[in-house]
């Protein structure tokens, strides 16, 4: 698919929110390369903060962030996987306006031709909440690279035709 060089690249703001028991500034891998990627791709990164796999803060920081005119994007890395406590997916179903099915369905399949069946475990997703793209990513650095390489990287870019998330952004609101 290609990129239309003839059309304006449109930088869009994203904030990047780390689901982890664990992870600490230092560690955060997944985070550091989301960030790397979003800024090497042209884009403003306005918030990236880690938060504990709590259902509760997890929604009010996504919330807070969906709230804010400024934001566009919201990736999140980590809590999709299926142990007790991964609720990023519970958090973003009591959040959502709409569900974007694709997404995961995509992810999946990039997934499987790398990992294989072990991709069953993903409970990767998209939703839209208040306007804004929220994009559950799983918590590894490979599963982030592959989400953002194989589908984020164009679908947030202005210029990839035939469509992009960024040309229904003025329309996400409408009723």
Not at 27 to 34: A, F, P
Not at 57 to 85: A, H, Q
Not at 155 to 165: A, E, I
């Amino acid at each position: 698919m290609p990129i239309n060089n003839l059309k304006k690249f449109i930088p869009i703001n994203i904030s990047i929110l780390t689901i982890s028991d664990t992870r600490t500034e230092a560690t955060d891998t997944s985070g550091q390369i989301l960030a790397k990627k979003v800024r090497e791709k042209g884009h403003a990164l306005l918030h990236k903060e880690i938060v504990k796999d709590e259902k509760e803060l997890i929604k009010k920081i996504l919330l807070e962030w969906s709230s804010d005119k400024e934001v566009d994007v919201i990736l999140t890395t980590g809590g999709t996987g299926l142990t007790g406590r991964d609720t990023t997916p519970e958090a973003l179903d009591e959040i959502k306006d709409k569900d974007i099915p694709g997404f995961g369905e995509l992810f999946r399949l990039i997934s499987y031709k790398k990992i294989g069946t072990s991709t069953i475990q993903s409970r990767a997703m998209a939703v839209l909440c208040k306007g804004t793209y929220i994009f559950a990513l799983p918590g590894s650095s490979g599963a982030v690279t592959d989400a953002w390489e194989d589908i984020l990287k164009t679908q947030l870019d202005s210029r990839f035709s035939p469509c992009n998330f960024i040309d229904l952004i003025p329309r996400l609101l409408e009723k």
